[in-house]
């Protein structure tokens, strides 16, 4: 098993800046990729930024120049941040942190895993 777990939320002003932590822990054999996504209220979850193993970023094109996301990897953990800055009203959201990868058990087989936090409130006041 893999736990997610999100901090740094809250509540903010428009042009100004949060960062956002996630810490997972367990069973991390491989790692496909880290991802941030958001949902606000009435909207579908959304894509924020994923990070792979190798570095390689992807950020949606609404936080792009904005945000940054940076990633530590050690053994059966994984930190991720979420660096926000220029904040706007729209960045209001519920984050989540999602990692997926492989876990190896005790008789050697590997079971994929997909683990999400439980979310962390961003609250941009304009």
């Known amino acids: 098993q893999v736990q997610v777990a999100e901090s740094g939320g809250g509540l903010v002003q428009a042009g100004g800046s949060l960062t956002l932590s996630c810490v997972a822990s367990?069973?991390?054999?491989?790692?496909?990729?880290m991802n941030w996504y958001r949902q606000a209220p009435g909207k579908q979850r959304e894509l924020v930024v994923a990070?792979?193993?190798?570095?390689?970023?992807?950020?949606a094109d609404s936080v792009k120049g904005r945000f940054t996301i940076s990633r530590d990897i050690a053994l059966n953990t994984v930190n991720l941040h979420l660096k926000m800055n220029s904040l706007k009203s729209e960045d209001t959201a519920v984050y989540y942190c999602?990692?997926?990868?492989?876990?190896?058990?005790?008789?050697?087989?590997?079971?994929?895993?997909?683990?999400w936090g439980q979310g962390t409130q961003v609250t941009v006041s304009s």
């Open positions: 999602n990692i997926r990868g492989y876990s190896k058990a005790a008789d050697s087989r590997y079971t994929r895993y997909d683990s």
């Open positions: 367990g069973n991390i054999f491989t790692i496909n990729d």
């Open positions: 990070i792979t193993k190798g570095n390689i970023t992807n950020y």
